[in-house]
């Protein structure tokens, strides 16, 4: 199973580097953070199919999802297991559970970000 949850992996983050370049040397005519949007929606699009389909009754084996949902959409891009595990408290729990992981994990992240940034720049004396 790891080998393969490996081979997803390497697969997806092919993948990612691939848009990024794309994106980043302005292939498209676009750059920016585009090339993140662009993968975290390909994604969730993507984790929202596998979802749908072992929700509706798909038999999919484990070395499939491990693939999939692990490696390739892990490597690709972790916004989507967020939204998978945002969608499954929606159904399950109801929005006030859904919205409050959504924020926490926007707000606490981004906290989290900035105090390390922010220590990071004070340990190595950056102004």
Avoid at 18 to 30: D, K, N, R
């Amino acid at each position: 199973m790891v080998l393969v949850v490996a081979a997803g992996g390497a697969m997806g983050a092919v993948i990612r580097y691939l848009v990024s370049f794309w994106v980043g040397a302005g292939i498209f005519g676009i750059s920016g953070p585009l090339a993140t949007l662009i993968v975290n929606i390909i994604g969730c699009g993507l984790m929202g199919l596998l979802a749908g389909a072992v929700a509706g009754g798909m038999l999919l084996p484990d070395a499939w999802r491990g693939f999939v949902a692990v490696g390739l959409l892990g490597a690709l891009t972790t916004f989507s297991s967020f939204a998978l595990d945002a969608g499954n408290l929606l159904q399950r729990q109801g929005i006030f559970m859904a919205g409050a992981y959504v924020a926490a994990s926007v707000l606490l992240s981004l906290l989290v970000f900035s105090l390390a940034f922010a220590l990071m720049r004070s340990l190595i004396g950056a102004q």
